[in-house]
Structure formats: C-alpha cells, structure tokens
C-alpha cells in the first residue's frame, strides 16, 4: 500500500491558554479530495498553518508524504501547493508576472514557467488579463489567479483553505470540476476547508472540525445517513415556549437552534403537519427535507455552521 | 543552480519591479537627496567650516559624499518596507511555503534593495561635478563597489528590524528612529574631530561611519587630504565588509525564526 499523503497523530496547538487543536488524528490516501468543514474559528487555518510548516504544533505529529512537518520542512514544502484564505499576490505585479514569479521559487523558468502559466490562466478564464496588474482585478479573479499560481509547481499535495471564497457559483461549478480533472490526470491530493456545502458534498470524505476537535470523519453521504431521515425546521414567535409544549403534547426533543426549533426523525412530511395542526397559531412557518451537511453539523455540535441566516451562503 | 540563482534572481527583479511601479516611491527617492543637498548645503556653508578639510574646500563638497551615503542609506532601508507590504498583502507567506530556505529570501530581498540603492547613488554620482568634484571612470567604479556593500548591509540591518513589523506605520517609526542619528552620526554632515566624546564613540562604532570614510576616498583616492580625517580606506572597506557579511547572518536568522504571527 502506498504511502498516506497526509498523515495527522494527535496533533494539538494552543495560543497562550486557547486550545485551537485539540488532539486531531486523520490520515489522507493518495489521489484522495478530503473537506475540512467547520466554523470559522474551528481551527482549520491553524492546522494548515502546521501543516505548511509555517506553525510548529505544540504537540503531536503530522507527516506530509511520510516527511515530518517540524523535522523535514524542506522535504515537505516540496510536495506542497497552498493557497491560503488571504491572498498571497503581489498587487503591483501583473497576474501572468505573479505565476511565473512563482515558479521560479520552485525551479520553473523560462519558456516552460510562462506556457504553463498561461495555460493556467487561461484554464481560469484569465486569457485576457494576464498582463493586467493584480490590484486592478477583482476579488474573484485574484482568487482564480492565487490557484493558477498554486498550481504551476504541479504539487502533489495541494492544500487549499477556502478556495473558493470570492467565487461566483459558476466558477465554482468550474473549480469543483478542475479539481476533478486534476486529480485524474495528475494524481494530485486535496486537502481542503470549505463551509460552502455542495463543494464539500464533492469531498471523498469529509472531517467536521469544531472548537478544535474532530467530531465526526467520513464520506458525505455516510455522515448524512447518521441523521435520520428528515429534518424538520419550525419557526415560531415564541420558540422556547413551543420547544416546551412540543416536547410534553408530541415527545420529542427539538433543538433550538438560532431562533427555530429543529426535529430529527424518519417521516418528515407527517410531523410536520402534526406540529401545523397542534399548535396553528404558535407556528410562523415549517418546511422539512432530507438532511444537509449543515444538519450534520447541527447534530453533531447543537449549532449551526454559521452564526447568522444572512451569513449563509447560497 | 535552479534552487538557488533562480528564487534569488527573481526575488530580486521583483523589488525593483515594485519600487519602479510605485510613482511615489520613485519620486521620492530621486527627489529627497537633492532637496537635503540643496537646502543643507546652502544653510551649512554660509557658517560653518567642517574643521580638519582643506582650506578652500566649499561645505557642499564636504557634504556631497555624505549626500551619496544618504542616498544608499534611505532607499536601502525604505526598500525593506517591502517585507512589511508582503507580510500584509500575504505575499511573504507564498514566499515561506515555498522549497527555498529563508537565507535565499533573504539574500533575494538584500540584492533587490542592494540593486535600487546602487542606482540611485550612481544616478546621483552624475551631479559630482556641480560639487567641485571631477569624475573618472575608476572613481565611478570605486562608488559603486563601496555602495554595494554598504547597501547590501543596510538593507540587511532593515530586514532584520522589518521581519517581525506588521504595519507601515511601525516600519517608519521605528526607521525614522535610526536611520536620522545613523546619518547625522555618520561624518556625513560633519567630521567627527572636535566633537565631545561621546559623539566621537558613537560615530566611531557607527558602520555607516566607515561607508561614508570608503565613499570619500573613493571619490579622492589619490588626493588624501581632500577626504579630511576619516578612518583609513583599509580599515573602512574591512569594517563595511564584516557589517555586511554580520547583517546577512542576523537577518537570515531572524527569518528562520520559527512561531511567527
């Protein structure tokens, strides 16, 4: 069996008395697409942090292509491709300047450097603003540049922080299908973050990192099938007053999450009209549907993925 | 060749890339020298005779060595700002993630500074001769091997403070803070002979000091007494060398330093 790409014991980080990591084990095949989801704050930025030997671990280990982050970090910046949440170009250089710029860090100049870097722009439909000064594009396209330069190196682990932030959904339809491709084609693994919930359905398998801790790791599908068959969502003016009166006339437990009160169970379409017929006049609205990742989340940690309804992404 | 040539040549086209591409910045370092000679020259001279420089010697002539030491001085370290830029515009984190160790940054950063600097202390070199100063081909060339040096270790010393800033705003604090008494203490604006003590210590241990001793001789190597009495061109080319060669070393270890924001 060939080696993990990502190979994570234990590891744990603490700023000051704040545990970020708290004691996370995973393990990442080659050629696999792996989603880390979770809140801001749950500490994805700082496990990439360690991961691209930028943050020593306060303790436990993680090897990168069997090269240990803290001891090997020459080996392992080898391997990697990064693209952080913030972006990592230079504004006053022209987009095509600022991939080719970076390949000369990884040994690619020339003619060979500036082909592939049109390729890749153009990939990101980018063609026509190569020579365009970075500061002059929008948020979007430096996003797609700031990819086009991670991949240049052709890294064979590509490690990206919410890649897709700032892209409107049909680039990142398009994304999504690149990294498909790459993957295919080149073998490429993919460690990434993201909260936008159909480009983590894509993963292989998925980890849910909250407060630090990884609750749950498994295939997006397999991580639904753990929540029951619907989720059901009820709005009311008075929620807690009607978790309490759910709770003693209907016998189940709702959770109230950020102001509506959320049901777990097998056939959605009738409890729901069991809650609009007992109580017509405490209910604004109810809708049901077969369970999302966000559901897992909410599940697995009694709050949502994020912390606000206008926040959400579409 | 790939690992190393490579990743430096590059990093440093991209410094003079950037400063070239910033209007102000540009403008700025052309202008400022010029308005300090103009201005400085013209209020000095009418009062004050740097003592131990020859008899016929005008203060804007004194001044003029020290006007190219000033020039190498400020763009060397303001060019440093641009690890300040990087870190916040998170271009510096591609840079660290990327498989060449921090001292080929480093030396990438400290040839781009070294680069600008030098072209601006040769751009000045031009107005030698409105200062009463005569050119030849070797004194140009003697100027420009002592700016190398003297702004290799500048921007050094600048990457070493810059590194661990977060804001532009702390950069010019902090700059401001050394760079002025560096000059003044350097026998730029006056020679060290018949100052109080204490002023003779610092200007003495000052490595900027011995750049501006090289940059005179340089520019009146075989007529001594026009450079006045300034540390000898052997001990100030071993001085500016050993500051450049310490300074890489610092900054190279300051960027290697592990656990940063």
Redesign the interface.
Known sequence: MSEPAVQIQSLTHLYGERKALDGISFGVAQGEIFGLLGPNGGGKTTLFRIL?????PTSGSGRIFGHDVVMEP?EV??H?G?V?Q????????TAI?NVV??G????C?GRTARRRAHELLGRFDLADRTRD?VESLSGGLKRRVELA?ALLPRPALLLLDEPSTGLDPGARRQFTHFLDTLRREEGTTILLTSHILDEAERCDRLGILDQGRLVALDAPDALKARVGGDVVVIRAHDPDGLRAAITQKLSVQPLLVDGSLRVECARGHEFAREVMETFPDAVTSVSFGKPTLEDVFISLTGRRLWDREDTRPP | M??LV??V??LC??EV??FC??RSRLTGALLQPLVFWILLGAGFSASFHPPGTPDGMAYGQYFYPGIIAMVILFTAIFSTISVVD?RQ?????????????RATIILGQALGGTTLALAQALLFLVLAPLAGISLTAASIVRVGVVAIVVAFGLVNLGLFIAWRLDSTQGFHAIMNLILLPMWFLSGALFPATKTPIIVEWIMRVNPLTYGVAAIRHSLYLGNPEAAGQVPPLSLSLVVILGFAVVSFIAATWMASR???P
Request: a positive charge; aromatic letters at 8%.
């Open positions: 691209s030997t930028l943050l020593r020459a910046r080898r990697l990064v952080f913030q972006p990592s170009l230079d504004p006053k250089l300047e710029q970076h000369h860090l990884y040994g100049w000064r330069k | 790939t690992t490579l990743p040549a590059s086209w991209r890339i950037r591409r910033q990087d515009h998170g271009f510096l984190q591609g840079v660290l993630v990327a498989p060449i160790s592990k656990e940063l």
